[in-house]
């Protein structure tokens, strides 16, 4: 089993900044890539940063140029550096991981963390 742990949220003024962090306990597997995601209340769960196992990066508009997603496979945890927040990047944050197990891509969650952005 796998277990992923975010931590970092909190409440942030606007233009402030947060690090989320991901932390992979459990059996360790390969991975094929991690992701944030993020639900405001009343929202569907959307995909804010991807980073596959090669490094590539991929980020949704609403948060290019100002959110940075990286991973330490020494520590098994993945971060999220979010600059310049806005109100309405509250929501609760959650921590992806895709992990090739045998033949198959199986997708694990943490239980989120989150983030609110007010004045």
């Known amino acids: 089993q796998v277990q992923l742990v975010e931590s970092g949220g909190g409440l942030v003024q606007p233009g402030g900044s947060l690090r989320l962090s991901c932390a992979t306990s459990?059996?360790?597997?390969?991975?094929?890539?991690m992701s944030w995601f993020r639900q405001a209340p009343g929202q569907q769960r959307e995909l804010v940063a991807t980073?596959?196992?090669?490094?590539?990066?991929n980020y949704a508009d609403s948060v290019k140029g100002r959110f940075t997603i990286s991973r330490d496979n020494n520590k098994n945890t993945m971060y999220l550096q979010m600059n310049s927040l806005k109100p309405e990047d509250t929501a609760v944050y959650f921590c992806?991981?895709?992990?090739?197990?045998?033949?198959?891509?199986?997708?694990?969650w943490g239980q989120g963390t989150q983030v609110t952005v007010s004045s």
């Open positions: 992806n991981g895709q992990f090739i197990i045998g033949s198959t891509i199986t997708p694990y």
């Open positions: 459990g059996t360790i597997f390969s991975i094929y890539a």
């Open positions: 980073i596959t196992s090669g490094g590539y990066t």
